[in-house]
């Protein structure tokens, strides 16, 4: 089972950034999550989409801003982010587990670095 994520780096508040998560090794029928985690504070998770009935969940402080999707075709789920916040700022994981209500992965990422300037 491995997860990739890709698509972070630096913007300014107010921009724009596409992240990927790459799954390959299970069958996509699995939850995908992004969760993120800045320093000195836990893991949080952001959106979730599950792949066997479309479904999907956002926290309250992404909703309206953040879109999650995926391509099952390309075993890929994207976490498109719009006007971003210097609070969103954080390493990004992808996490794969059986239904997003566990909001728990079993599989995680190694994690890809956003930074919002303000």
């Known amino acids: 089972v491995q997860l990739v994520e890709s698509g972070g780096g630096l913007v300014q508040a107010g921009g724009s950034l596409r992240l990927s998560c790459a799954a390959s090794?299970?069958?996509?029928?699995?939850?995908i999550g992004w969760f993120r985690q800045a320093p000195g504070k836990e893991r949080e998770e952001v959106s979730c989409?599950?792949?066997?009935?479309?479904?999907?969940y956002y926290a309250d402080s992404v909703k309206g801003r953040f879109t999650i999707s995926s391509d099952n075709a390309k075993n890929t789920v994207y976490l498109q982010m719009y006007s971003l916040k210097p609070e969103d700022s954080a390493v990004y994981y992808c996490?794969?587990?059986?239904?997003?209500?566990?909001?728990?992965?079993?599989?995680w990422g190694q994690g890809t670095q956003v930074t919002v300037s303000s």
């Open positions: 996490g794969a587990m059986k239904d997003c209500a566990l909001h728990l992965p079993n599989y």
């Open positions: 090794g299970f069958t996509f029928d699995y939850a």
């Open positions: 989409i599950d792949n066997a009935d479309g479904s999907t």
